[in-house]
């Protein structure tokens, strides 16, 4: 919406026809919805990376610590990092969910966002209360 009073504003300056600057604040529009769809994906993909780096370390962990005297410390420490990965996941997620719709979001979007980002912030609310637990718990 924005656009096209700009696009009318500089019609009315440089005496270029209005249709001309619609088309060009289609393409701007066009611009900035591939960049926030890419942005999107590049984020997605790197929530993905932490949580396999983290998930491949955990494994590893659990691998190792089954001859360990100290067990229980070990598995304090493998759920703390896992835990520390999920939420900083989930955080990337809800990020690549804003990216997503902040460019001419429908209300369909909206409510979509507000769905995904309430479950996530739940999701994440009670990881971060767990891990701080693990934590004191050390």
Not at 11 to 24: F, Q
Not at 54 to 69: E, F
């Amino acid at each position: 919406m924005g656009f096209n009073y700009l696009a009318i504003a500089l019609a009315s300056r440089e005496n270029v026809p209005l249709e001309d600057n619609l088309d060009l604040n289609h393409v701007a529009e066009a611009f900035l919805i591939q960049t926030a769809f890419f942005l999107k994906i590049a984020i997605e993909c790197f929530a993905l990376l932490i949580l396999t780096i983290g998930i491949i370390r955990a494994i590893i962990k659990l691998l190792a610590v089954r001859k360990r005297i100290d067990r229980p410390k070990v598995l304090y420490s493998v759920r703390l990092d896992l835990g520390l990965s999920l939420v900083l996941s989930l955080e990337f997620l809800l990020a690549a969910d804003i990216a997503a719709t902040a460019i001419s979001p429908s209300w369909d979007a909206i409510g979509k966002l507000a769905a995904v980002s309430g479950i996530r912030t739940f999701l994440n609310y009670f990881l971060q209360k767990e891990v701080q637990e693990l934590e004191n718990h050390k």
